[in-house]
């Protein structure tokens, strides 16, 4: 089985074989490798008797079996295992086109989330009344000298809030110092929100392919469009079979009323029946991620369960069996297991690591709110100084004072409908 045992020439090579030299290498032992006669890892048949590897070593057939042989309990009453040399679990393997995803109707949203968008409309809302507010308080947007005219109602600067986040440029236009500073934050908000969601959306966009529908196991349950089956007599088959899970008890069930049609006798015919049709295969995780790296169409999901390992099976009672799990912990602490692992599970695939996609939270705009807080408060701050300014020199013709006068304007100017106020100039009367 590739990666662990393969022909080349006349020669075999493989994890297995690496691993093999690298134990007779430290405990100074010579071997006779020989492929299992039935091609199987090892089950109780029908009769009692085991088959695969598993037979072999308790007939003393073989002294050892150096294979993707996954310790069970059941195995363990029967045989000895060395220290797990790869550790491993059960995960699905499908292909990246298998199952359609259907894409949500307002599939636009997702760039951001819930908390933005709630965000977003309030400083939206926020910012027009503030428009309006400072048009209203300022003199310098008012047309004078006979009837004063404003033309920032609240409805238009709704209006022109929204032409701003659409990057269209509206009318009116502001002419108070005040007014512009709220326009211009404003104008600057909106053009780092648009970045911002461009740049989400096209990685969304992009990822799409990579976000699978199928994500666990009760997924594949609740699905209707793939086929998934399992190595007939497998570990994986008999976990799913003894387990009081009930997800974990759906599958079993389904993979045993169809096994004539789901359960695959060999990996490779299983790796050919998920790229050639709508199937998912259930088999060991590391096994997966070894074909997910040599066929870049394939993907495992992210589920992983059942944790276990692969050890060497050895007779019981051997004394081959403790020097044996020594010797995988001396070449794991030195790390010669992890790189037997990247040699032969080297990905042909050229692919970009990318961290999974992620609608932007408020807290990562954060800084462009505050900003935005910051210019509003500044907006009003020079319209009032821009009213008393209009104030103190309207005191200086009048009879009252600056903070009279100032007030009588706030009120006034809070108060006026239709867009129109009488002028608060002093009137000259002529006479014939």
């Given at each position: ?21 690298a134990l007779?290498?430290?405990l ?17 048949s029908?009769?009692?008797?085991w ?9 003393q057939?073989?002294?050892i ?13 029967v ?12 995960g ?15 599939h ?21 009344l503030c ?17 004063e ?5 609240f ?16 009318t ?10 709220i326009?211009?934050i ?21 990822a799409g392919s990579?976000?699978?529908p ?7 349950v609740?699905q ?7 190595l007939?007599g ?22 045993d ?15 050919q029946?998920?790229?050639d ?15 997910a ?40 602490e030195?790390?010669?297991l992890?790189?037997l692992?990247n ?8 692919h ?25 408060a ?9 009213l008393?300014?209009?104030s ?5 013709q ?7 006068i ?13 867009n ?13």
């Amino acid at each position: 089985e590739d990666p662990y045992v393969m022909v080349r020439s006349t020669e075999l090579e493989g994890y297995c074989i690496d691993l093999l030299k690298a134990l007779a290498a430290m405990l100074h032992f010579s071997y006779k490798v020989k492929v299992v006669g039935d091609g199987q890892y090892g089950a109780v048949s029908s009769k009692g008797n085991w088959t695969g590897m598993i037979g072999e070593i308790i007939r003393q057939e073989a002294d050892i079996a150096v294979a993707p042989l996954t310790v069970t309990s059941a195995r363990e009453e029967v045989v000895s295992f060395t220290t797990p040399f790869l550790q491993t679990g059960i995960g699905i393997l499908l292909r990246k086109d298998s199952v359609s995803q259907e894409m949500p109707l307002f599939h636009f949203l997702a760039p951001f989330s819930k908390e933005t968008w709630t965000g977003l409309l309030f400083a939206y809302v926020l910012t027009c009344l503030c428009l309006c507010l400072v048009a209203r308080l300022s003199p310098c947007e008012w047309n004078e000298p006979k009837r004063e005219e404003n033309h920032f109602t609240f409805l238009n600067s709704l209006w022109f809030g929204a032409g701003a986040l659409a990057l269209q440029g509206v009318t009116p236009r502001p002419k108070a110092l005040s007014v512009r500073v709220i326009a211009a934050i404003w104008w600057l908000f909106t053009l780092a929100l648009v970045a911002a969601y461009i740049a989400n959306f096209t990685a969304l966009l992009s990822a799409g392919s990579e976000q699978l529908p199928i994500q666990t196991f009760e997924d594949l349950v609740k699905q209707r469009e793939l086929e998934f089956g399992t190595l007939d007599g497998s570990s994986t088959y008999y976990f799913f079979k003894n387990s009081k899970n009930p997800v974990h008890q759906l599958i079993y069930e389904y993979m045993d009323k169809r096994r004539d049609y789901v359960l695959v006798k060999t990996y490779q015919e299983a790796i050919q029946r998920v790229m050639d049709s709508n199937y998912a295969f259930i088999g060991e995780s590391v096994s997966q991620d070894l074909a997910a790296a040599r066929h870049c169409n394939l993907i495992r999901a992210p589920e992983v369960i059942g944790a276990r390992g692969f050890g060497i099976a050895t007779p019981k009672g051997s004394v081959w069996t403790k020097h044996l799990s020594i010797a995988i912990l001396t070449l794991r602490e030195s790390g010669d297991l992890e790189q037997l692992r990247n040699k032969w599970w080297e990905s042909r695939c050229r692919h970009q690591a990318r961290e999974r996609w992620a609608p932007l939270q408020p807290n990562a705009l954060a800084g462009l709110f505050l900003s935005l807080g910051i210019g509003l408060a500044v907006g009003v701050l020079v319209a009032l100084l821009e009213l008393s300014r209009r104030s103190r020199r309207s005191a200086g013709q009048g009879q009252k004072s600056c903070c009279t006068i100032f007030v009588e304007e706030i009120c006034t100017r809070l108060q006026i409908k239709e867009n129109t106020r009488p002028s608060h100039e002093p009137s000259v009367k002529t006479s014939a």
